[in-house]
């Protein structure tokens, strides 16, 4: 149970004034925020900054800097209404020094007329151009009275990726949520606290959402460093809590015999890698032993891990038990049914998928066989946490791409079989210092190679200007049989974001290449889109225009293009799962970024990066490096999962205090009973690692 000192911040955003169903769901978007979750007011506090503007009204208009963003005291003169249709609707200010003009594209008149009457002062402050010789400012972001000074801030924090939701809309809900923090005891121990002269968490997050400058965002000072610690140190203590737990539950060994390892490698049209063989031996020798298997599978897109998955649960299933894979998706869901199916033809091992859609009669069957042992692996997505899943007997579980489920879901999954091995796949090329960071003491497996036969991708950078010769190709390609994806950037109909959403883009191709068209996003029901995967994976469809829903996991080994749109907008880590979509049958592949207007240097270097390398630690790498030098796109994208604030890049020294912190308390506190104990039980519950804390009082 949540204490509930914290439920101002649990509150729904909509609980906010001004926040409607509408902005609410933007919020959710924004901050990345599951479907079928809203957002919260901690959700909010927790989306940094990482820009400021700075709105000081300084300069006159002679003293502007071109391309800057000025704050002018000026008198409105004449406005021109636009002589025809497409151009700007213009008005004319002055002071002293100079005159600017102030442009509007598809205006409301009566609304300006209102807004700037002729003769009177306004503060106006925006973004100033010079355009056909002419001092410019193009719809201003603020425009008010003199006697409203105070309702432009001086310094304006500038949050990442706020597409449709300006930081106008954003600072009121900011503030509201700030003041809406209770007084929440102190976690941290007081010496480390002096010591980096940190402020309590109230402060701190204050203090980042109204930055006097930019530098009061470097996350190495005082106000994140505290934040980043306290996340950190609930993530270590959370996983202190789980393996004091584990540490009390033993595992059994299991060998099995080989017999159904051996059929199914019989039935493979491949031999494994070297890196597969030593993956499967290094399960294998965990399975065996008395202690519980914890074990992490990396390896990049591509490489070949489910295969090991299925080696890893046919020995469990040699010994008698049962496995359970799960998969964050509907859609991989059923991949993963269809390929370990596949695989296991001739070797005669049970299968069966369950999913959200899995009801009534079909459900109340599966669950009867599953726990009369009938079932040898359940493949499911979140629906497997139910309680009334149960195992004759679990033996292994099996995670992948696990970055969607929190260590404690894996944990409560584990627990449904009292001592079953877990093993969890991730295509994230986390360093090896980090893995602790992410996912615990996990011992780690990894496919460096791909498989063998394996053509590179041709990956090449485009303007969005050579469309027209692009869809010439395309057409010709699939004519000849090539299965492609188009990905679009998700992002809301904004007029300031000059990038096509998928169904305008979905609109225009199925005009021009008819049925042979399909599209697949987020929004749409999870039956719908495993419908037009099959019609994409069976050849009904040629192209499928996707959101990022593709990027995870899926499956098509014979599509061989890949066509990314706004490419200049993705992170290095999400365009290069994106490419792992091609690449993976026996043809040629090839990927094409498209980009839009003049490429910032920072979205060269990245698009470059991609055309040069298809080698996921080196893009990791560099992805790291860039985001270093200060490209901010989507924190959100950072390469370890699971943190919100902490960015290792920066904080991974912390890392280190917080792990021998959680271990000292944990020694002298093993239940979180004194006083900073119960503290700390706030900060748990405060980052959503609540469920550790179930563990204190569980056998
Ligand atoms: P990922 O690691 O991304 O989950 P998959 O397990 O989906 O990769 O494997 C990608 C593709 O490679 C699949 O079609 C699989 O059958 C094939 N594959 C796996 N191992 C080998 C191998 N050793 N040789 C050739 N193909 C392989
Ligand atoms: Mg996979």
């Known amino acids: 149970m949540r204490p509930e000192i914290l439920n101002p911040l649990f509150a729904s955003v909509d609980t906010l004034k001004g926040v409607g ?99 009177e002062r306004r503060l106006i402050s925006g973004e100033t151009t010079e355009f056909g010789g002419e001092l410019q400012m193009a719809h201003p972001q603020y425009i008010v009275d003199p006697d409203s000074k105070a309702t432009i801030p001086e310094i304006e924090p500038v949050y990442p ?19 809406s923090i209770p007084a929440l005891p102190e976690w941290i121990d007081a010496t480390l606290l002096n010591n980096h002269s940190w402020s309590s968490f109230k402060v701190a997050i204050s203090e980042l959402h109204h930055p006097k400058d930019i530098s009061a965002l470097d996350p190495t000072l005082a106000p994140w460093n505290r934040l980043a610690y306290d996340e950190l140190l609930a993530g270590q203590l959370a996983l202190g809590l789980v393996r004091q737990r584990l540490r009390r539950s033993l595992g059994r060994r299991r060998r099995g015999d080989g017999s159904l390892r051996r059929k199914i490698l019989d039935g493979l049209s491949f031999t494994l890698t070297t890196s597969q063989e030593r993956s499967v031996e290094e399960i294998a020798d965990d399975i065996g032993r008395p202690d519980r298997m914890l074990r992490l599978l990396q390896g990049d897109v591509g490489s070949g891990k489910t295969i090991v998955a299925l080696l890893a649960m046919a020995i469990v299933v040699e010994s008698g038990a049962q496995t359970v894979l799960m998969a964050p998706t509907e859609i991989l869901v059923q991949q993963h049914y269809d390929t370990l199916t596949g695989f296991s033809s001739g070797a005669g091992i049970k299968i069966a998928a369950l999913t959200g859609r ?200 014979d599509a061989s293009i890949m066509i990314v749109e706004n490419a200049e907008r993705f992170g290095l880590a999400q365009l290069h799962q994106l490419r792992g979509r091609i690449g993976r049958g026996p043809t040629q592949s090839s990927c094409i970024l498209l980009y839009q207007g003049e490429l910032s240097k920072n979205a060269e270097a990245r698009l470059t990066i991609m055309r040069e390398t298809e080698d996921g630690f080196r893009i990791a790498e560099e992805d790291l490096r860039l985001r270093g030098e200060g490209d901010l796109l989507g924190t959100q994208q950072s390469g370890v999962p699971g943190f919100r604030l902490a960015r290792l890049e920066h904080h991974a020294g912390l890392l280190d205090i917080a792990r021998q912190d959680a271990r000292h308390i944990l020694a002298q506190d093993p239940l979180l009973k004194s006083d900073r104990g119960q503290s700390l039980q706030v900060l748990l519950h405060l980052f959503e690692r609540g469920d550790a804390i179930r563990l204190l009082a569980s056998g």
């Open 21 to 119: 169903k509408r902005r609410a769901d933007l919020l959710q978007k924004l901050l990345n925020i599951p479907d079928d979750e809203g957002a919260r007011i901690l959700d909010i506090l927790f989306h940094l900054p990482w820009q400021v503007v700075d709105r000081r009204l300084r300069e006159n208009i002679a003293g502007a800097e071109i391309g800057g963003t000025a704050t002018l005291d000026v008198t409105v003169g004449a406005h021109t209404r636009p002589p025809r249709k497409g151009l700007p609707y213009k008005v004319n200010v002055f002071d002293d020094s100079g005159e600017l003009t102030l442009v509007f594209f598809s205006p409301r008149a009566e609304y300006l007329a209102k807004q700037l009457p002729e003769g």
């Open 161 to 179: 990726l706020t597409a449709g939701l300006s930081g106008k809309i954003l600072a009121p809900l900011i503030a509201e949520g700030l003041a």
């Open 358 to 557: 899995t009801k009534g009669k079909t459900r109340a069957s599966l669950l009867e066989d599953l726990k009369l042992g009938k079932i040898d692996v359940l493949v499911t997505t979140h629906a497997g946490f139910q309680d009334d899943v149960q195992f004759r007997e679990l033996g292994l579980a099996v995670i992948d791409e696990q970055h969607r489920f929190g260590v404690h879901q894996r944990l409560a999954l584990a627990n449904k079989g009292n001592n079953a091995d877990l093993l969890v796949m991730t295509a994230t090329p986390i360093p090896r210092s980090l893995v602790l960071a992410a996912f615990g003491d996990m011992d780690v497996s990894r496919l460096l190679e791909k498989p063998a036969g394996r053509k590179s991708i041709d990956t090449r950078i485009l303007p969005q200007a050579r469309e027209e010769e692009l869809l010439l190709r395309l057409d010709i390609a699939m004519k000849a049989g090539a299965r492609v994806y188009w990905v679009c950037p998700l992002v809301e109909e904004s007029d300031l974001v000059p990038a096509n959403s998928a169904e305008q883009r979905f609109a225009m191709l199925e005009s021009r290449f008819g049925s042979r068209v399909g599209i697949i996003h987020g929004r749409m029901k999870g039956a719908d889109k495993v419908r037009v995967m099959e019609a994409f994976t069976e050849g009904s469809i040629d192209l499928l225009v996707a959101t990022t829903v593709i990027e995870v996991g899926v499956d098509v080994p």
